[in-house]
C-alpha cells in the first residue's frame, strides 16, 4: 500500500497527499474530503497504524477506532474540506467533491504550514489545483494515505449527520447518514424534506 507514495517520492517530490471523499451518494448532508501528507522519513512509523483501509471495509467501531489513532498521530498531517448540501445544489455534486477536496489541500497546507507537491486521488478525478497530481481508480483500497483521507473523511461525515439527527430526528440521520435507505424513503414521504436534504 506503500508503493504510490514511494514511487513520488523517488522521482523527488516531497509533499505527497492522498485524497478521498465521503457523501458524494447520500439524499442529505455535506460531501466531505479529507487529504492526508506523510513525510518519506515518519512512513516507516505512520504505517504500523494497523487496519488502514478503505473506509468502506471497516465496521462504525473499527473506523472510528482507526481515526483516532490516523488524527492523534503528531507525524500524520491531515486537512479535511467540507461543502453543505446548499452548495451541493448550486453547482452539482461532482464539483462540490471537486472542490471539498481543494479545501482539505488547502486545510492541511494551513494547519501545517507546508506546500504540497503531489496529489494523489481515489477514483478519476482531477481538481483545479497547480499541483501534480495522478488519480488512482480504487486508490481507497491500494494507496496507504488515501485509504487514511477516506477513513477521516468518513468519520467526520458521520460524525456530523449524528449531530444533524438530533436537530432532525425524524429522519433517523445517525443511522443512516443520509443514504437513501428503504427506511430514509420511508421518512422522506412521511415527513418531506428538510434543510439539510439536497
Same mark, same amino acid.
Given at each position: #500500500?506503500?508503493?504510490?507514495e514511494?514511487?513520488?517520492?523517488?522521482?523527488?517530490y516531497?509533499?505527497v497527499?492522498?485524497?478521498?471523499?465521503?457523501g458524494r451518494g447520500?439524499?442529505?448532508?455535506?460531501?466531505v474530503?479529507?487529504?492526508?501528507?506523510?513525510?518519506?522519513?515518519?512512513?516507516?512509523?505512520?504505517?504500523?497504524i494497523?487496519?488502514v483501509?478503505d473506509?468502506?471495509k471497516?465496521? %462504525?467501531?473499527?473506523?472510528? %477506532?482507526?481515526y483516532?489513532?490516523?488524527?492523534?498521530?503528531?507525524?500524520?498531517?491531515w486537512?479535511i474540506?467540507?461543502?453543505?448540501?446548499k452548495?451541493?445544489?448550486?453547482?452539482?455534486?461532482?464539483?462540490a467533491?471537486k472542490?471539498?477536496?481543494?479545501?482539505?489541500?488547502k486545510?492541511?497546507?494551513?494547519k501545517?504550514?507546508v506546500?504540497?507537491d503531489?496529489?494523489?486521488?481515489?477514483?478519476? #478525478?482531477?481538481?483545479?489545483?497547480?499541483?501534480?497530481?495522478?488519480?488512482?481508480i480504487?486508490?481507497?483500497?491500494?494507496?496507504?494515505?488515501?485509504?487514511?483521507?477516506?477513513?477521516?473523511?468518513?468519520?467526520t461525515r458521520d460524525?456530523?449527520?449524528i449531530?444533524?439527527?438530533?436537530k432532525?430526528?425524524?429522519?433517523?440521520f445517525?443511522?443512516?447518514?443520509?443514504?437513501?435507505?428503504? %427506511?430514509?424513503?420511508?421518512?422522506?414521504?412521511k415527513?418531506?424534506?428538510c434543510?439539510?436534504?439536497?
Amino acid at each position: #500500500m506503500i508503493q504510490e507514495e514511494k514511487r513520488q517520492w523517488s522521482k523527488g517530490y516531497k509533499y505527497v497527499v492522498g485524497i478521498d471523499e465521503a457523501g458524494r451518494g447520500p439524499l442529505a448532508g455535506p460531501v466531505v474530503s479529507g487529504a492526508v501528507l506523510i513525510l518519506e522519513k515518519d512512513f516507516e512509523e505512520i504505517k504500523k497504524i494497523k487496519s488502514v483501509k478503505d473506509s468502506k471495509k471497516l465496521s %462504525e467501531k473499527k473506523r472510528e %477506532e482507526v481515526y483516532l489513532n490516523l488524527v492523534n498521530k503528531p507525524k500524520l498531517k491531515w486537512g479535511i474540506g467540507i461543502v453543505s448540501e446548499k452548495v451541493i445544489d448550486k453547482i452539482n455534486i461532482l464539483e462540490a467533491t471537486k472542490l471539498s477536496m481543494i479545501k482539505a489541500v488547502k486545510d492541511l497546507e494551513k494547519k501545517n504550514h507546508v506546500k504540497v507537491d503531489f496529489l494523489i486521488l481515489d477514483g478519476k #478525478m482531477k481538481i483545479d489545483l497547480d499541483v501534480d497530481q495522478e488519480s488512482i481508480i480504487k486508490g481507497d483500497d491500494k494507496v496507504f494515505s488515501v485509504s487514511a483521507a477516506s477513513i477521516i473523511a468518513k468519520v467526520t461525515r458521520d460524525r456530523l449527520m449524528i449531530k444533524y439527527d438530533k436537530k432532525y430526528p425524524a429522519y433517523n440521520f445517525k443511522k443512516h447518514k443520509g443514504y437513501g435507505t428503504k %427506511e430514509h424513503l420511508r421518512n422522506i414521504k412521511k415527513n418531506g424534506i428538510c434543510k439539510i436534504h439536497r
